[in-house]
C-alpha cells in the first residue's frame, strides 16, 4: 500500500505548528462541502439495500444506464486488476500513482509513460490507464484517441480495456465520458462534492465487467448513511450549478495569485493547480515553515495547489508566496 | 455472491402487505440501535485518517492490542481466502454461509462439517473456520479445543489457521477469545450496536496477517462518519452494561414464547433463538401471510427468531403464533 493520510498530522509535528494553525492545501478535495443533512436512524440501523434510490441518482448525474457503487475509486483501482489474467498495462504518469501500484501488486507488467505517448503506444497493451482530467497535471485523453480506439475495437484490436479515472471530472458535468465498449470510467463523490469522508465513487462499463467487481467487492461496499447522504448530494442540482461557477472563479483566481508570484500553472483543474519548479521541494519547504502544506511531486519536480477556502487564507497564500518569492 | 438484503422488501411485494406493517424478525441486528449523535461536518469531508481515535477505543472494547478495522465482518470473510494458497479448509455446517462460498470461490477445497466433527477432525485441514456463537444455532466453540490447539501449533501441526467469526459474541462481553497464534478472530459492531448500516468490524489477529490483511483492503476502508460513531459506540459503556442486561432479558422471555407455542428453541444468543421445525417452510409462510418475517433454513430444517422491538410486537408475535400452532 501506498503512503496516505496523516500528512497533516505528520507535518503539524514535525514543524511544530498545531494542527488547526495550518491552511491545508494539500488535496483537490473542494473546500466547499456539500452540506450532509442530519442522517435518519435507520440508515445506522438496517444493513444497506440495493434497492433504494442511490443508483437511480447516480444515473440522473452520470447521465448512462450500467453504473456500480463502490467504496471510493480506491476501491475499484483495487480491485480492476484482480480481474484479469496478467496482462500488458500501460499507465499514464505522472499521474495518480494507486493506479499503477495496484496493477504491478496483483503481478501485471506495467509501463508509465506520459499522455502522448500513451495515447501512441495505446495499441501494445491489453490495458491502458489514463487519469482524465490528470491528477496533478489536468491534462485530458484526447477524445480522438477514444474515436479511433473504438474504430480499432470493433476489429478486435489492442488495447482490451481501456480505464479512464475521472475523479476530478465533475467540475465540467459535460465532460463526462460515456461508456462504450472496453472503457471502464471510475468517478468519485470525495473531489467535487468535498466528501472525502463518505468513502463513494462509481464506476460505469459494461453490465458483464460491473457483474464482476460486484462479486470481487461484496455486498454493502457502500455504508447506509453515506448511501443517503450521496443520493442527495447527486439530486441537488442547484447546488452543483453554483459550485461550479464558484470553484470556476476561485481556481482562477488561484492561477492568477500563482503567476503573479512566478509559479504559472502548466496545467489543473478547477479544483487544483499545477506548477512544475525547478526547485518544488525548497518551495514545499518554505511554504511548511510558514503553516501552508502543499503536494509536493519529485519526478517531474512541482507543486499542486488546491483551492483556498476562503478570501483570508487566500490573502495569506498570496503574501507568503510574496514572501519566499520576493 | 450470496444473495443479500432486500428481503423485507420483497416479502412485502410478495405478500402484498406495505412495509411499515411487517414485523420483521428475520435479522439478528438488535432492535435496540445505540443511539448515533450528530456527526461533525469533517468526517464527511475530510480523507478518514488512521490516526484518529477509532483503535485505541476498539483495543479497550476487546481487550486485545492488534486490530484491524473493516468495512464489517464481510470484508474480512472475502479477502482472508485471497491471503492463502490452494488450502484444504474446514468450514461448521450449519452456519453463516458467507464463509464457505468465499473460500471457495477463491479456489480453496472447502469441507463442511457440524461442530463436533470439524472439532474432531480439525487436524486434517490448512484453516479450519468457526462461528462462535454459531448463527444460526448458538454454538459456541471448546475452549478445549483452542486450547489442544495451541499445544499442537507448537508441534506446527495442522490447522495453520483457526477463524474464529465472533459477530454475536458482544452479548457476553467476557466470552471474547484472545488471539493466539493462527487464530483470527472477526468482530462485528452491526449486531449488538444495532449498527448493520454503519459497514464496521474487527479483525485481531497477529500483526503480520493483520499488515496482509490491510494491503488486500486498501486505505479508507471505513467512512468518516462511521469511524466517528463507532469510536464513541465502544466507549460507551453504560450503554453497553445495560443493553446486556435487556438483550438477555428479551431473548429469555422470547424463548418461554417459543417454547410455550410449541417451538422450544434448540439454541440461539441474545440477539436470536434458533427453533428446528419439521415443517419451517409451512411455518414461515403461515407467519409471513401474517406480516411476520423470519428466517428460514432449510438444511436441517429451521426458524431463526430475532427479538422483537418492543412489548406490542412481542405479543403481536405470541398471538400469531397461537393461530399458527393452536
Redesign the interface.
Known amino acids: 500500500?501506498l503512503e496516505?493520510?496523516?500528512r497533516l498530522?505528520r507535518a503539524a509535528a514535525h514543524y511544530g505548528i498545531p494542527r488547526d494553525r495550518w491552511l491545508d492545501l494539500s488535496?483537490g478535495?473542494s473546500p466547499h462541502?456539500w452540506?450532509?443533512p442530519?442522517?435518519p436512524?435507520?440508515?445506522?440501523?438496517?444493513?444497506?439495500?440495493?434497492?433504494d434510490d442511490l443508483l437511480d441518482a447516480a444515473r440522473a448525474y452520470y447521465g448512462c444506464e450500467h453504473l456500480l457503487p463502490v467504496?471510493?475509486t480506491?476501491?475499484a483501482i483495487?480491485a480492476l486488476p484482480r480481474l484479469r489474467p496478467r496482462s500488458r498495462v500501460g499507465v499514464l504518469a505522472p499521474g495518480y500513482a494507486e493506479h499503477a501500484h495496484a496493477w504491478r501488486?496483483a503481478g501485471h507488467d506495467v509501463t508509465l509513460l506520459p499522455m502522448e505517448a500513451l495515447v501512441a503506444r495505446a495499441g501494445e497493451f491489453d490495458v491502458v490507464v489514463f487519469i482524465s482530467p490528470n491528477n496533478p497535471t489536468g491534462e485530458r485523453v484526447p477524445g480522438a484517441f477514444l474515436q479511433h480506439r473504438s474504430r480499432a475495437r470493433a476489429l478486435e484490436q489492442k488495447p482490451d480495456w481501456v480505464v479512464v479515472d475521472e475523479a476530478f471530472g465533475d467540475t465540467r458535468a459535460d465532460a463526462f465520458l460515456q461508456p462504450r465498449d472496453g472503457m471502464i470510467l471510475l468517478r468519485s463523490v470525495?473531489k467535487f462534492f468535498?466528501?472525502?469522508?463518505?468513502?463513494a465513487g462509481f464506476v460505469a462499463a459494461w453490465p458483464g465487467l460491473l457483474d464482476a467487481l460486484?462479486?470481487q467487492l461484496?455486498?454493502?461496499?457502500?455504508?447506509?448513511?453515506?448511501r443517503y447522504?450521496v443520493a442527495r448530494a447527486l439530486c441537488d442540482t442547484a447546488w452543483q450549478d453554483a459550485m461550479r461557477r464558484r470553484l470556476k472563479q476561485e481556481s482562477t483566481w488561484l492561477g492568477s495569485t500563482l503567476e503573479r508570484a512566478g509559479l504559472k500553472p502548466a496545467g489543473g483543474t478547477d479544483l487544483f493547480q499545477y506548477c512544475p519548479h525547478p526547485d518544488a521541494a525548497g518551495l514545499f519547504e518554505a511554504l511548511a515553515r510558514r503553516g501552508v502544506l502543499v503536494r509536493l511531486f519529485n519526478e517531474p519536480s512541482a507543486l499542486r495547489f488546491g483551492l483556498p477556502p476562503d478570501d483570508v487564507s487566500h490573502g495569506h497564500l498570496a503574501s507568503v508566496l510574496a514572501e519566499i518569492l520576493p
Open positions: 500500500m496516505h493520510g496523516g498530522a488535496t478535495v462541502a452540506p450532509v442530519a442522517i436512524a435507520e440508515a445506522w440501523h438496517r444493513l444497506p439495500e440495493d434497492e467504496a471510493g480506491q476501491a483495487q501488486e470525495g468535498g466528501m472525502a469522508g463518505a468513502r460486484r462479486e461484496g455486498p454493502w461496499a457502500l455504508s447506509g448513511p453515506t447522504a
